[in-house]
């Protein structure tokens, strides 16, 4: 068996591609689904069902959603441009850190301002974290993997000390915890008695934006070459060095962004756990979209959907909601053997 | 097929009705081929005729789908090259098999002595390399590293090492591509040694000249097919290059046109290499419109820190640059296309397009900043695409539509291309870098021919390249680059190949007898 490139990727398969890859992963997970004793289809029925089955776990897939969509674009577009960013999640809790210090009542303005000077206050911050590895690698060389992974502890760090010291909120009862965002910093709610809080419309509205900068601007255009081939890039005369800088600080926005908008529209406060890994599941979801910024939205559905259904589903089986970690990484590594597959055909001989 | 040399010596090799396919194409298809004890049998075809393929059969390196290989009457086994080497096959590939960090003589016994011997009898191997290399004249140093000798020497190490193993048959894939013409004479002379003493030699090649130098019989390929066999003495050029390409080629005709004004003028320009000797050593150059200016020699002598310079890539540490009479002074590549510079790059895959891309998304990457191509930073699409068939059409470019993926289309096509965005809009210097490298015949006469109109067109072109036979068929005036420095300009007509291949080597003493009115000037 051998593997011979394909000249061209139908998009009936660039399409399927990541089904299978969910499907493939399910499969993989039902052997521990049933080691655990509890019966396969009936644990994914339930885990659907808590995903999307009621009015109550639609809107909980959907604010889960809305970080993993901002993380997910961030992830893409670096990505596009092969600037390899792992710090999405150090970049999520910039932004939350700038979210509580600007609209911790510092500025005295209407919700139709504080808004967004809040969020685009959480975007410099995580751009600005993104910016310093951008600009080591363009100047120096220096792996971004490396330096972007490991900012994200020194960002959580960094975190933990405010919120044990400068920022910590003097009525929290000791808690680790920020002051709480004043009331015009928070994001309005969708719905009436749910959580889905207005950084989803947001997230929706920037994958639109995004797609539309890459295909029909001279922005997304650059990006392209660069991405592709920045020698060319180079030689056809584009200024790649801002490329790059400039694809790093929209990244970094975005991952930022995710940061001030779970703030201003869920938890109100800054806290160590304000992400389970949202920065890094949002490279799962460039990853499943093929850094694609609809089909971000997509994926960032599914994974939320897994991670929400399997919350529930945990609570009626003996099935650990660990479950939803593995089921996506799982996917992940099915979606780049379908990758291969999607690039690639198999042939004997 | 059958050798047009009817008995004669004994035939060592016999290959039959060899098949190879990779996916959909036919590499080779059905090829037979014999090969007598002192004969050398030049292999030409075009990139991609299958030349190539063949010899690494032969070789061992693939498995053909169907036919055999007769060595010396017996049956090679497919698929290894070891088996190849003991039936006495030898093969000097296009890049060399050289450990640069060993010497010459460790270079060629290594792998020849058990690895279950105390120690290595190096007098022995030493002086068998010594006999071999006196008796064939080639002449080498055993103890020289490897990485110290010129490609020239390299060459000859490889061919050695061949006959250590004591090869009855000499396989050489492009052997003169990185040669001076002197060392490509050279190289035939051992040739005629080898097969008087009564070798057998494959040479693959593209080169028609080489073929009438070197070769008794020729056998052309074209699309995978053996098209012909014939005795070298039997045929002519003319009749071998419509075989290889299947119709027949005229050569470019250059039109003597008097040179106007200077389009581009470097002045003691000087490039660092950030180690030892600069890549341009105070270079002097004028381009005038109407006028090919070719830059000969043989690669790493300072051509692509030229090009790199005038396509804007890289700023001169000293001297000066003008375009048209101004100086650049920070000249970068979106300002050279706008002062009217149509570069060509060396590299087309790796510099000149973005193969991810489609076709006339490359085709606007040098001016998408025009108003025609976009607004408020958002591109035209649809005026880009107009823009992108009409090129397509003008310039011949084979592809699906303007939505095609660039690396979907042949080297030619992509030349082409490349040729499509820089000149059609009327440039004043053409830089054109190895311009038909890895081209077909069709193609390389189409790009010559659009170079040469547009330079009737008033256009100066500045061409490099490593093929001697381009640069004297185009240029009105040569340069031979030599170690970062370049000398005066010869006019084509008062320089012959031999003289050109003396400067390629550092011999600019000569320049003396070829213009004896700027005796100061090396």
């Known amino acids: 068996m051998r593997l011979e490139p394909r000249t061209d990727t139908p998009l009936a398969l660039r399409l399927l591609a990541p089904v299978g890859a969910v499907v493939a992963a399910l499969a993989l997970c039902a052997l521990l689904v049933a080691w655990t004793g509890a019966p396969v289809l009936r644990a994914y029925g339930l885990l659907f069902e808590g995903a999307v089955g009621s009015r109550f ?60 000077v809040v969020m685009i206050a959480g975007m410099a911050a995580g751009g600005v974290t993104l910016l310093g590895p951008a600009v080591l690698k363009v100047r120096f060389g220096v792996d971004e993997v490396v330096t972007t992974l490991l900012l994200n502890f020194v960002v959580l760090l960094l975190v933990s000390m405010l919120l044990e010291g400068a920022l910590k909120d003097p009525m929290g009862m000791g808690w680790p915890q920020s002051a709480p965002v004043v009331e015009a910093a928070e994001l309005p709610k969708l719905v009436e008695r749910t959580r889905l809080h207005g950084g989803f419309a947001i997230a929706l509205g920037l994958s639109v934006l995004l797609w539309l900068v890459d295909t029909r601007t001279i922005w997304g255009y650059e990006n392209r070459a660069v991405g592709a081939n920045p020698r060319a890039a180079a030689f056809a005369g584009m200024p790649v060095t801002r490329i790059m800088l400039r694809t790093a600080l929209l990244s970094g926005g975005l991952a930022g962004l995710a940061g001030a908008a779970e703030v201003c529209g869920l938890k109100g406060y800054l806290t160590l756990d304000l992400s389970p890994g949202f920065g890094y599941s949002g490279i799962v979801a460039a990853m499943l979209a093929q850094l694609h910024p609809i089909g971000v939205v997509g994926a960032a559905l599914f994974i939320a959907g897994i991670f929400v259904g399997a919350d529930a589903m945990s609570r009626a089986m003996p099935v650990p909601n660990y479950i939803a970690d593995v089921l996506v990484a799982a996917s992940l590594l099915c979606m780049l053997v379908a990758g291969l597959l999607a690039r690639y055909r198999l042939r004997r001989g | 097929m059958s050798s047009p040399v009817k008995g004669g010596p004994e035939v060592v090799l016999r290959l039959a009705g060899i098949s190879k396919r990779f996916g959909p194409l036919l590499a080779n298809d059905d090829i037979s081929l014999t090969l007598r004890a002192g004969e ?377 291309l490349i040729l499509g965005r820089t000149l059609a809009h009327g440039p004043d210097l053409i830089l054109a870098s190895q311009p038909t490298r890895g081209l077909d015949i069709g193609a390389v006469s189409y790009v010559h021919s659009r170079l040469l109109d547009a330079r009737a067109a008033g256009a100066g072109v500045l061409l490099i390249s490593e093929d001697l036979d381009e640069i004297l068929a185009l240029a009105d005036c040569v340069t031979v680059a030599y170690h970062g420095r370049l000398t005066p300009l010869l006019p084509h007509d008062r320089v012959s190949v031999s003289q050109l291949g003396l400067l390629m080597a550092g011999h600019w003493d000569i320049l003396r007898d070829i213009l004896p009115e700027t005796v100061h000037a090396a």
């Not at chain 1, 897939?61 to 999405?88: E, H, S, Y």
């Not at chain 2, 090259?81 to 290594?110: C, K, W, Y």
């Not at chain 2, 002062?339 to 060396?346: L, S, T, Y």
């Open chain 1, 57 to 116: 776990a639609l809107t909980e897939t959907l604010t889960r959603a809305t970080p993993l969509i901002l993380t997910g674009l961030a992830a893409a577009v670096a990505f596009r441009a092969k600037l390899w960013n792992i710090g999405a999640e150090g970049q999520l809790y910039m932004g939350a850190l700038a979210a509580v210090v600007v609209g911790g009542g510092m500025l005295d303005l209407p919700a139709w301002a504080l808004i967004p």
């Open chain 2, 40 to 416: 050398v049998l030049a292999l030409l075809g075009e990139n991609g005729a299958g030349k190539t393929t063949l010899m690494n059969i032969l070789f061992g390196h693939y498995v053909a789908d169907e036919g055999t290989i007769e060595a010396f009457g017996r049956p090679l086994p497919p698929g290894s090259p070891r088996a190849a080497l003991e039936a006495g096959i030898g093969m000097v590939h296009q890049h060399f098999t050289l450990a640069d960090n060993l010497s010459v003589l460790d270079n060629i016994a290594v792998g020849t002595e058990s690895l279950w011997r105390w120690r290595s009898d190096r007098g022995a191997a030493r002086r068998r390399l010594l006999d071999l290399s006196q008796r064939f004249g080639l002449e080498v140093r055993p103890d020289a590293l490897v990485g110290d000798l010129s490609v020239g020497e390299r060459q000859r190490v490889e061919i050695l090492k061949a006959l250590y193993r004591d090869a009855r048959i000499l396989i050489l894939d492009e052997p003169t591509a990185v040669l001076t013409p002197q060392e490509s004479a050279g190289l035939f002379d051992t040739l005629r040694k080898l097969t008087a003493d009564g070798l057998a030699v494959v040479f693959i090649s593209h080169k028609m000249n080489e073929v009438f130098a070197a070769s008794d019989t020729v056998a052309v390929l074209r699309a995978g097919k053996l098209v012909a066999t014939h005795a070298t003495a039997s045929t002519d050029r003319a009749r071998l290059a419509e075989l290889m390409v299947g119709r027949s080629v005229k050569p470019p005709a250059p039109t003597p046109l008097s040179p106007g004004e200077p389009v581009l003028e470097l002045a003691g320009v000087t490039v660092a290499s950030g180690h030892g000797r600069p890549l341009l050593d105070g270079v002097d150059l004028t381009v005038r419109r109407h006028q090919v200016v070719g830059i000969a020699g043989v690669s790493g002598n300072g051509q692509t820190a030229l090009a790199e310079l005038v396509s804007g890539l890289i700023r001169p540490e000293s001297g000066r640059l003008s375009l048209k009479g101004s100086v650049v002074e920070h000249g970068d590549p979106a300002d050279m296309v706008r002062r009217g510079v149509a570069r060509i790059p060396e590299d087309r895959h790796s510099a000149g397009l973005v193969g991810a891309m489609a076709v006339w998304e490359n085709l606007i990457a040098e001016r998408y900043h025009d108003a025609a191509f976009s607004r408020f930073g958002v591109l035209r699409r649809g005026a880009a695409r107009t823009y992108a068939r009409k090129v397509i059409e003008e310039f011949d470019v084979r592809c699906p539509g303007p939505d095609a993926r660039t690396q979907l289309l042949s080297g030619g096509n992509m030349q082409k």
